[in-house]
């Protein structure tokens, strides 16, 4: 339970990890450890799981679950969300190509002339990605689909239907982060709960660098760009952010 972790799928690695340890202790020191880490199952781990942890999920929490994904372009997607680059409908995110990546100024450039600043993490997953051909299958049998499109984020699958409008662009993102999540194992892993985290972190961020106020950071040129970057179009914006967090 000293994990407090909020996955029995974060915690069974964790046990890969601790009895990876235990075996090279034993081989390169000849020590004779008795572990119980052998015998560790997912039944028992059930119970050590932290039901009372932050509805909104911290960076390191979205690092560590990108980094247990079979796919580079799944860790990709919630790496986009988790920095606000979705759009209405999630087209901003289904649009992606390998031409709209300036990796010199670390940045998105769209169609439309906008240009959205991307962290060097995200630069170098997106590089990746867009040049994935294969895609590995969650689920109890491994399978492996070829893919689609190279040069693009979302690719098709040789049985899959492209997204080609709002609504299969939408459904496409919310399938893809629902079987992440089902594979996980994290409830909160969901799109808005993934973009409302990046959003509190920038949040954070910023308002420490700035020495503002929660209220008076998002009355600024920086806040408004953070709340049009994150989808928060209300007119009531600023209110419903600080009820919210």
Known sequence: KGFQSRSVY?????????KAYCSWQKYYYGLE???AYDSITIDDLRPCVNEKASKLLSREEITEIEEQLLNVTDSAIIECLFQGIAGPSMRDITSLSKDMLDKENKCLV????????????????LEESFDEETYICYGETLRVKKLLGKGKLFKERDNAYAADSDDRK????????QIIRDYIGIKELTMKGIAAAGFL???KIYLKESELGLK??????????????????????????????
């Open 10 to 18: 974060t915690l069974l690695n964790n046990n890969v990890i601790l």
């Open 33 to 35: 450890i008795e572990t």
């Open 110 to 125: 769209f169609t439309d002339g906008r240009v959205l600043d991307i962290s060097e993490k995200l630069c170098e997953l």
């Open 170 to 177: 939408f459904r496409a993102v919310y399938r893809k982060i």
């Open 201 to 203: 972190h920038y949040l």
């Open 216 to 245: 008076e950071f998002l009355q600024t040129e920086k806040g408004e760009k953070l709340m049009d970057r994150y989808g928060y179009e209300s007119a009531y914006r600023i209110d419903n952010i600080i009820h919210r967090y």
